[in-house]
């Protein structure tokens, strides 16, 4: 049984960081892809970043320069660096993961949406 397990989420004010972390309960196979991914009230489950075993990352347009994703193999866990925070970042942020995937940048993230285990999320509000 694999979980995924989210903190760092909170409330800044434009233009500053938050830090979230993901924990992998469970095993999954190494070889994999973990993501990030947001949805904001209203709106549209929307991927945010992605990476995979072998360190390949990739981000939606209007994150990119501002987020960066990475992940701790001895720890099990998956990391956002959130810089530079506007208020259309505000959204409930979900971590997931499916075994065996690679992340290609050019497919991102259309086709990364069929994640196998999902986190119940964490709520990152930024203010004007």
């Known amino acids: 049984q694999v979980q995924l397990v989210e903190s760092g989420g909170g409330s800044v004010q434009a233009g500053g960081s938050l830090g979230l972390s993901c924990q992998v309960h469970?095993?999954?196979?190494?070889?994999?892809?973990m993501g990030w991914f947001r949805q904001a009230p209203g709106k549209e489950r929307e991927g945010v970043a992605a990476?995979?075993?072998?360190?390949?990352?990739a981000y939606v347009h209007s994150v990119k320069g501002r987020f960066t994703i990475s992940k701790d193999g001895a720890n099990n866990t998956l990391y956002l660096q959130m810089d530079s925070l506007r208020p259309e970042d505000t959204a409930m942020y979900y971590c997931?993961?499916?075994?065996?995937?690679?992340?290609?940048?050019?497919?991102?993230?259309?086709?990364?949406?069929?994640?196998?285990?999902w986190g119940k999320g964490t709520l990152v509000t930024i203010s004007s």
């Open positions: 997931a993961a499916k075994p065996g995937c690679t992340v290609v940048p050019q497919s991102f993230p259309d086709h990364y949406y069929g994640m196998d285990y």
């Open positions: 469970g095993y999954i196979y190494p070889r994999n892809c």
């Open positions: 990476i995979d075993s072998d360190g390949t990352a």
